[in-house]
């Protein structure tokens, strides 16, 4: 089983900055993709950003040039630096990562979510 405790939300003016941290720990043998993604409520749960294990990434066009994700392996954890936020970036976010078991098995798990709500 593998648990992902996200952190970093919360309330910010239009133009600020937050950071999302999500760290993965349990019992696997590989931590693949780990990835972005935001909801808001009623709607579908969209892609912000990826990154595979190797460092490449892949963003929405509506987060290109304003979002950056990454990783520190050591720590099994993925960011997302997240500047220039527009009211339109209020969602809830959630980490969401693929890993290989020891079975070589890949599996996706998600985090539980955290709100970042930006003010206009």
């Known amino acids: 089983q593998v648990q992902l405790v996200e952190s970093g939300g919360g309330l910010v003016q239009a133009g600020g900055s937050l950071r999302l941290s999500c760290a993965a720990s349990?019992?696997?043998?590989?931590?693949?993709?780990m990835a972005w993604y935001r909801q808001a409520p009623g709607k579908q749960r969209d892609l912000v950003a990826t990154i595979t294990s190797s460092g490449s990434t892949d963003y929405a066009a509506s987060v290109t040039g304003r979002f950056t994700i990454s990783r520190d392996n050591a720590k099994n954890t993925a960011y997302l630096q997240m500047n220039s936020l527009k009211p339109e970036d209020t969602d809830v976010y959630y980490c969401?990562?693929?890993?290989?078991?020891?079975?070589?098995?890949?599996?996706?798990?998600w985090g539980q979510g955290t709100q970042v709500t930006v003010s206009s």
């Open positions: 969401k990562v693929v890993v290989t078991t020891s079975d070589y098995v890949n599996n996706n798990y």
């Open positions: 349990g019992r696997f043998n590989r931590l693949n993709v």
